[in-house]
């Protein structure tokens, strides 16, 4: 019997024993979030069909930092999900660089350490930490150089791990049109978000050769100073199997003192992004879901003062007005647009033109007379509401084979151009257009976060990698609270809100309160009668 029991405890601790072991390759995580935000996505788990050697993930992490704080732990769960699914394609390790010695490599590298502020027995110190990664394939390294969130993560060693493996290039040509703007005053931001990442930036001057190499091309701007010779560039890509995104308008907002607006004199761009299928529509675009707009005037004596005024020519975009059905705005978390104008899509045979957001069905229109000063009074702001009101479109996505602006015309000649411009390709390859109509989408006029997220899930469709544009935008929504922009539904629930807090609420209370009171109150009568 003596020996059965040793036999049965032998063979318990051998099977917890292999279990323990097993357990380290399965891997089960239950998230219940709405949009599953701790788990990665079908085209993370399935990596591993597009990896013929193995990638290696260096997690490099302060053991001072993960002690202290949860998100760490998170992270290293992220990184093992990789490794789990990956079928040894994937190897993740997790290192302390102070404890391996490792801090002149990591400089080399470009992982950056943190000082965290820590305390310890009362006393308050700074330690310097690391939490970044580094994912290596045969000779190539792609670094994360500081890691401490989840929210654009696995978008991060997703979108780099198929880079390393595919050996692209995530390259973006950027050409701002407008001579009076440049890449590094007025769209800083956007070089600031497309290098987090992953892309680098590579600017054109204006009418400078495009490479049909090249994954993707932003116009940013130009209708009054891309010339023929500029444009036929750009349609020469595009007829090579280019991308673009152009962010065009046709009426110039003047900002130096108080807006004024004026009508833009079109050397072409325009009309060729209309040959393509979206018109740009040189009208001003207004809407009830405005954005507030603080600036200084004068007063009735002369004196300054600061007015915080709602103004329709700056539109919030919703979220609820983009368009669920495309892969670009399935998850869209809305962007801001400053005196936007709006577009007619006029789709050539074969080309496919779907809308990506709109304004409300409270927008409205200026057409003629341009008011844009903050001051002027309402009757001007809103004189064309009767004929113009209804829902605009803002921005378009195109795709197919698009016919060339300049098929059938001779080539563009510049004064003193050294070259001749290339003949078009005999045959025009499938390409793929956004278009916008704003030029300050990006600028740093607009300060918004979700403004450059979707102009970096753009690059992702313009680039043909739908699938990870999902991953990218699998991120907790802004905090505005804008899902009412009607005016009169708004009222409505406000006073809803107010009615159920401030009155119905506390009676509800009340009522109650004199229930159980008057219930004790009986008891205790009917113990008396008992007595």
Request: charged fraction near 20%.
């Amino acid at each position: 019997m003596k020996k059965q029991h040793i036999i049965i405890t032998v063979l318990s601790i051998a099977a917890i024993a292999l279990g323990l072991l097993i357990s380290r390759n399965i891997w089960f995580r239950l998230d219940l979030t709405t949009d599953q935000m701790y788990t990665i996505s079908a085209v993370s788990r399935n990596l591993y069909t597009e990896i013929p050697d193995q990638v290696g993930i260096t997690y490099y992490l302060s053991e001072k930092l993960s002690a202290i704080h949860p998100i760490p732990g998170e992270i290293e769960d992220l990184l093992r999900e990789y490794a789990a699914y990956s079928h040894g394609k994937i190897r993740v390790s997790v290192r302390d660089p102070v404890k391996a010695n490792l801090t002149m490599e990591m400089e080399i590298l470009g992982i950056q350490p943190q000082q965290i502020q820590t305390e310890e027995q009362d006393q308050t110190s700074f330690a310097t930490v690391y939490s970044g990664i580094a994912i290596e394939y045969l000779d190539q390294v792609e670094v994360l150089p500081v890691v401490f969130s989840l929210d654009t993560l696995e978008y991060d060693l997703t979108s780099r791990i198929r880079s390393l493996v595919r050996g692209g290039s995530r390259e973006i040509g950027v050409l701002v049109g407008d001579s009076t703007r440049s890449l590094s005053n007025d769209y800083e931001y956007i070089g600031q978000i497309f290098d987090m990442s992953g892309f680098r930036l590579r600017e054109f001057s204006v009418g400078e050769e495009i490479p049909a190499s090249l994954p993707a091309l932003f116009v940013l701007g130009g209708t009054e100073y891309l010339d023929d010779w500029a444009l036929y560039r750009i349609d020469h890509y595009i007829q090579s199997g280019g991308k673009v995104l152009f962010a065009v308008e046709g009426v110039f907002i003047d900002t130096q003192s108080m807006p004024t607006a004026r009508l833009m004199t079109d050397q072409g761009l325009l009309s060729m992004v209309s040959f393509y299928g979206a018109t740009v529509k040189p009208e001003l675009t207004l809407d009830r879901s405005a954005l507030f707009l603080t600036y200084t005037t004068q007063n009735a004596y002369g004196a300054l003062q600061q007015r915080y005024v709602q103004y329709p020519l700056w539109i919030g975009v919703l979220s609820q007005n983009g368009n669920p059905s495309h892969p670009l705005t399935a998850r869209f978390n809305g962007l801001d647009l400053f005196w936007p104008n709006h577009l007619e899509l006029n789709p050539p045979e074969g080309i496919q033109a779907e809308t990506l957001f709109t304004s409300t069905d409270q927008a409205w229109l200026e057409t003629t007379d341009f008011s844009v000063s903050p001051d002027a009074p309402a009757y001007l702001l809103e004189a064309e509401t009767a004929s113009t009101t209804g829902k605009k479109t803002f921005a378009s996505a195109l795709s197919g084979v698009f016919p060339s602006y300049f098929a059938g015309a001779p080539k563009p000649s510049r004064e003193g151009a050294a070259e001749e411009l290339p003949e078009l390709p005999a045959t025009a390859k499938e390409s793929r257009i956004i278009v916008i109509a704003d030029s300050d989408v990006g600028s740093n006029y607009i300060q918004r976060r979700q403004n450059l997220d979707f102009l970096v899930q753009a690059a992702l469709w313009l680039c043909a990698d739908d699938d990870i544009i999902s991953i990218r935008s699998r991120q907790s929504e802004g905090a505005r609270l804008d899902k009412i922009a009607n005016p009169q539904k708004e009222a409505v629930a406000m006073t809803w809100a107010r009615t159920l807090n401030v009155i119905l609420l506390p009676l509800a209370v009340i009522i109650v309160g004199v229930c159980l009171a008057w219930r004790r109150q009986r008891k205790a009568k009917g113990g008396n009668e008992h007595v």
